[in-house]
């Protein structure tokens, strides 16, 4: 099954893919953590990243689009994979359907998660006092400037891939507003398991 997670970010996605991998088989796919390897381990990747995912900026179309093609490539992938945070713009959303095609595969769905702006600040503010009460390491883009910068990038950059796949009849939009537990039923009742 080839899945992707749609939605702004601090709507879920992460805890949601976690959750379902298990059930489908497939492995979890997140371009921001393999972006972050990237900046971890100071590759060229990472040094051009870097910066750029600080101030909450999407990391050019070239290298995220290089580092999908090539993890999906793998073994692993063959038989689908659920990515998350990937394609966040339409040319990504595009060449990515390309791409496919010439494997001769497809997406089977697109799945959206739905949370209101208010409630997502709310969401990340808490998730930066939850982590460092408990010495945990805060994302250097979980703060409210880069978090604005971020939200804008999914207003203008990503949310028009929500009509793309309506349009090719691949989206499901799920209340990402709803408790954890409830979001995956619905989730995983939209893919029938
Ligand atoms: P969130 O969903 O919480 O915004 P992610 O972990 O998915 O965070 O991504 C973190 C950062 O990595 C993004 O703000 C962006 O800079 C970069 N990034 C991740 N995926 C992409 C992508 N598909 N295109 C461009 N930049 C990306």
């Given at each position: 099954m080839r899945i992707i997670l749609l939605g702004p970010?601090?709507?879920?996605k992460g805890t949601q893919a976690l959750r379902i991998v298990a059930k489908l088989g497939v492995p979890h796919l997140s371009t921001g953590d393999m972006l972050r390897g990237a900046v971890a381990k100071e590759t060229p990747i990472g040094r051009a990243a870097k910066e750029v995912m600080e101030r909450g900026d999407l990391v050019s179309d070239e290298i995220v689009i290089g580092c999908v093609l090539e993890r999906i490539s793998e073994p692993d992938a063959a038989a689908g994979f659920i990515l998350d945070?990937?394609?966040?713009?339409l040319r990504q959303a595009k060449v990515f359907d390309a791409e496919l095609e010439k494997t001769g595969s497809k997406l089977d769905r697109v799945l959206e998660l739905k949370v209101v702006e208010a409630a997502l600040f709310d969401r990340i503010i808490h998730r930066t006092r939850a982590a460092k009460a408990d010495g945990l390491p805060i994302r250097s883009d979980d703060n409210p400037e880069a978090f604005k910068v971020r939200l804008d990038a999914y207003r203008t950059q990503t949310e028009p891939l929500v009509e793309y796949y309506h349009n090719c009849g691949l989206l499901r939009t799920i209340d990402?507003?709803?408790p954890v537990e409830q979001v995956t039923s619905c989730l995983l009742s939209e893919l029938q398991l």
């Open positions: 970010p601090g709507s879920g945070g990937f394609p966040r713009t990402g507003l709803l």
